[in-house]
């Protein structure tokens, strides 16, 4: 039985367009679950993890009861950084960089530094911005928008996939990030696909048989599975990918997260996060492996990109056989966009 190819998205929603941007972050990234890092990041009490999502600077921290507190890492004065880097511990406080307000690690403001008198301010009203935190296996997600599905419906077809399999051992033994010139779906539908394999990625091609190379959608998740060559192959295990920009790399010791961060309209970054049993090193085989098949990936990610920008290509169509999570991740996206939010940001923009 014959079935119809969809038609792509538009050229126009890839290029460089700060309105199509706004209407993203604040359609799709704020409001689906955004990895943020990892349990065995924040031992203690007081130790924190930062990171800018999708435009979105965050700050995770473990309070004082040992629960992860989430807040936007702003200021409420004038909008001055919370924290430093990437990672770190406060002594009970979160200050202000700036100006030196501080705030305690459940987000109330603790002291206004030498603000003076006022008759009309309330410390009490100007608490930190809080965001959503939730944890599922040890891997931190976060949620601007509070209003969302629990976490642990998005992934439900990953867990069961796991069959109970124990990550309580793992911590982050390296994290690896790769700029890409090219907007983040671009690199987001390249991942969903094997049909560019046998093109593309030699190597890859030598341990799998690409022909039967299959990515089925599962709710929010796309599920990758192809046979493989060789009994132990450098690059095997379950690779999955959850809406709308995590890939999860399952080995036999341990995964690979990668995070398809997107920087603006028009670039986006590879974060690679690696967790390992405690104290187990990463193979250098697959590290390299890892450097050839994402330099081939960021090759043609940004070959593509620019070819989206040039005005000669405007649609496409998609295969019915290897390209159905492609079509699936572009009817996210399409749906995403026609809330009414995202249509009243690109109004307000143009």
């Given at each position: 039985?014959?079935?119809?190819?969809?038609?792509?998205?538009?050229?126009?929603?890839?290029?460089?367009?700060?309105?199509?941007?706004?209407?993203?972050?604040?359609?799709?990234?704020?409001?689906?679950?955004?990895?943020?890092?990892?349990?065995?990041?924040?031992?203690?009490?007081?130790?924190?993890?930062?990171?800018?999502?999708?435009?979105?600077?965050?700050?995770?921290?473990?309070?004082?009861?040992?629960?992860?507190?989430?807040?936007?890492?702003?200021?409420?004065?004038?909008?001055?950084?919370?924290?430093?880097?990437?990672?770190?511990?406060?002594?009970?406080?979160?200050?202000?960089?700036?100006?030196?307000?501080?705030?305690?690690?459940?987000?109330?403001?603790?002291?206004?530094?030498?603000?003076?008198?006022?008759?009309?301010?309330?410390?009490?009203?100007?608490?930190?911005?809080?965001?959503?935190?939730?944890?599922?296996?040890?891997?931190?997600?976060?949620?601007?928008?509070?209003?969302?599905?629990?976490?642990?419906?998005?992934?439900?077809?990953?867990?069961?996939?796991?069959?109970?399999?124990?990550?309580?051992?793992?911590?982050?033994?390296?994290?690896?990030?790769?700029?890409?010139?090219?907007?983040?779906?671009?690199?987001?539908?390249?991942?969903?696909?094997?049909?560019?394999?046998?093109?593309?990625?030699?190597?890859?091609?030598?341990?799998?048989?690409?022909?039967?190379?299959?990515?089925?959608?599962?709710?929010?998740?796309?599920?990758?599975?192809?046979?493989?060559?060789?009994?132990?192959?450098?690059?095997?295990?379950?690779?999955?990918w959850l809406w709308p920009n995590l890939g999860v790399n399952v080995y036999s010791t341990g995964l690979m997260m990668e995070r398809m961060s997107p920087t603006g309209a028009g670039s986006c970054r590879l974060d690679y996060i690696y967790l390992m049993p405690k104290g187990a090193g990463i193979s250098p085989e697959t590290l390299a492996m890892s450097d050839v098949v994402t330099a081939e990936d960021v090759e043609i990610a940004?070959?593509?990109?620019?070819?989206?920008?040039?005005?000669?290509?405007?649609?496409?169509?998609?295969?019915?056989?290897?390209?159905?999570?492609?079509?699936?991740?572009?009817?996210?996206?399409?749906?995403?966009?026609?809330?009414?939010?995202?249509?009243?940001?690109?109004?307000?923009?143009?």
């Amino acid at each position: 039985m014959t079935v119809s190819a969809p038609t792509t998205l538009p050229a126009a929603l890839y290029r460089n367009d700060p309105a199509q941007w706004e209407a993203e972050r604040k359609a799709i990234f704020a409001r689906n679950w955004q990895f943020m890092g990892h349990e065995s990041s924040l031992p203690d009490v007081g130790m924190w993890i930062a990171d800018t999502l999708a435009g979105y600077p965050i700050v995770v921290v473990r309070d004082k009861d040992g629960a992860l507190r989430g807040y936007h890492n702003v200021c409420r004065h004038r909008a001055g950084p919370l924290t430093d880097g990437p990672s770190g511990k406060c002594d009970g406080l979160l200050v202000c960089r700036y100006h030196g307000w501080s705030y305690t690690l459940d987000g109330r403001l603790r002291m206004a530094r030498d603000f003076g008198p006022s008759s009309d301010f309330d410390p009490r009203e100007y608490g930190l911005f809080p965001v959503r935190v939730e944890s599922w296996r040890g891997l931190i997600f976060v949620a601007v928008d509070a209003d969302i599905a629990p976490l642990a419906e998005a992934v439900a077809p990953l867990e069961h996939r796991l069959k109970g399999r124990d990550w309580s051992d793992l911590e982050v033994a390296m994290v690896r990030n790769h700029p890409i010139a090219a907007n983040w779906k671009t690199y987001v539908e390249n991942y969903l696909e094997g049909y560019h394999v046998p093109s593309i990625h030699p190597s890859l091609d030598a341990e799998i048989i690409a022909e039967h190379y299959t990515v089925t959608m599962d709710g929010l998740v796309a599920l990758h599975e192809v046979p493989m060559r060789a009994p132990d192959p450098v690059y095997g295990g379950l690779w999955a990918w959850l809406w709308p920009n995590l890939g999860v790399n399952v080995y036999s010791t341990g995964l690979m997260m990668e995070r398809m961060s997107p920087t603006g309209a028009g670039s986006c970054r590879l974060d690679y996060i690696y967790l390992m049993p405690k104290g187990a090193g990463i193979s250098p085989e697959t590290l390299a492996m890892s450097d050839v098949v994402t330099a081939e990936d960021v090759e043609i990610a940004e070959t593509v990109q620019r070819n989206l920008d040039a005005g000669v290509y405007e649609v496409g169509r998609l295969s019915p056989r290897h390209e159905g999570a492609v079509a699936a991740f572009q009817a996210f996206v399409r749906q995403a966009l026609a809330e009414p939010s995202a249509r009243s940001t690109l109004r307000e923009a143009s």
